[in-house]
């Protein structure tokens, strides 16, 4: 039992680019969550997914585009990369509305 | 607006000596107020969930409490490996969690 995975752990980008992080749970949750952290400014919900074919926007979402692949994978899309993306992102999961999110390990992104 | 504010943003301790880390929230309609612990290079790793006002847990050297404005993580004769950076959240009106910026904690032997 992995819990939340993501890939690529780091990845470095140029101002243009294009590429998706990848982000998988094994706990047959409902619910999936993109976050990105950046330093003195906590945790932000770029994106969520409440269930299996449902996607809305978090606090964040310009730039960024997702897909709900299944229950399992829930990915994350920056079409033109640019340099105030770069950031650590970090996918969760859980269960039910109130149940506790659980977190991957985090992707680490810089955009040059 | 929900809101969650941190305090202090960092915090030296010497191993035993006990503090409290605040975590002060506004939200309508309290689902859940959570913490969470991060290492560096880690993703949060899930602590507690309190859900009422004079509501309490404890797991080793934690414990946390709830009124209706704040919370408080008490640390009792930390260790150096308590050191991290300690995450306060409260659920959203979108089911989401609503982060502060956290408390870093270090504790020196």
């Known amino acids: 039992n992995a819990g939340v995975t993501q890939t690529p752990k780091f990845q470095v980008l140029k101002t243009g680019q294009s590429m998706t992080l990848q982000c998988a749970q094994d706990m047959n949750h409902n619910s999936m969550y993109w976050y990105r952290q950046d330093p003195g400014m906590g945790l932000r919900l770029i994106y969520y997914s409440a269930s299996e074919g449902t996607t809305d926007k978090g606090e964040v979402p310009n730039g960024y585009n997702v897909s709900r692949l299944n229950k399992r994978e829930f990915s994350l899309r920056l079409e033109s990369a640019a340099p105030s993306q770069t950031s650590v992102y970090f996918c969760?999961?859980?269960?039910?509305?109130?149940?506790?999110?659980?977190f991957g390990p985090g992707t680490r992104l810089l955009v040059l | 607006e929900d809101q969650v504010t941190q305090s202090p943003e960092a915090l030296r301790l010497q191993e035993g000596e006990s503090s409290s880390l605040n975590c002060s929230y506004t939200v309508s309609g309290l689902r859940g107020l959570f913490w969470y612990r991060q290492d560096p290079g880690k993703g949060p790793e899930f602590l507690f969930t309190l859900y009422s006002a004079g509501e309490e847990k404890e797991k080793e050297r934690l414990k946390a409490t709830l009124t209706k404005k704040e919370s408080f993580l008490h640390i009792t004769a930390p260790k150096p490996e308590d050191s991290a950076t300690y995450l306060c959240a409260v659920r959203g009106s979108q089911g989401n969690l609503i982060f502060g910026k956290g408390t870093k904690l270090s504790v020196k032997p």
């Open positions: 969760a999961s859980r269960q039910g509305p109130e149940e506790t999110q659980y």
